[in-house]
């Protein structure tokens, strides 16, 4: 039987922010992969980030985009000592984590790291900005998270459901509602 998934490891460049022309470390966090991970979050699920970064990037990305406040556990590959798409990221990652690598679904834009976190038990599926968020909604609900984003979503304002599917294939409603 396959391990129910409770947590999302979210890959950086790609996934939850583009590369850009501007500015001197050339980040630009995509406003609708944080709102997913607002959702995902408000839903139960734990939500992480896994990236390799050196630490100056890291530390603008942690200190100036709010990203450890935002994530609950975040993977730099800096602080982990060994980077994707080494095995040995995923397990130290797990563990930071604190949960069965079976429960981590790991989202990145590289092939080569999706399937590295698979040879640890990892389930993972490789996605983009670039392909848009109606797919990634589609993939995680494959992996049985479905998330209901018909609700307005204001910029600050964490509302929606997501909801975790059970063993029988039925979505169970979680909601939550809070206008921080």
Known sequence: MRARVRHVLLGADGVVQTASDGGALGIEPSRAS????????????????????ESYRGAYMRDVLGYDALFDVSCYSYDLGVTKPDPGFFVEAARR????????????????????????????????????????????????????????????????????????????????DSTG
């Open 34 to 53: 944080l709102e997913l991970v607002r959702l995902l979050r408000a839903g139960g699920f734990g939500v992480h980030l896994g990236t390799n970064q």
């Open 97 to 176: 984590i604190g949960a069965d690598p079976a429960e981590v679904l790991f989202v990145d834009d590289t092939e080569r790291n999706v399937e590295a976190a698979r040879t640890v038990g990892m389930p993972a599926f490789r996605w983009d900005v670039t392909q848009g968020h109606g797919l990634l909604l589609g993939l995680l609900a494959q992996h049985g998270i479905t998330v209901d984003t018909a609700g307005a979503v204001p910029a600050g304002r964490t509302t929606g459901a997501v909801r975790p599917r059970g063993r029988d294939g039925q979505s169970s409603a979680t909601t939550q």
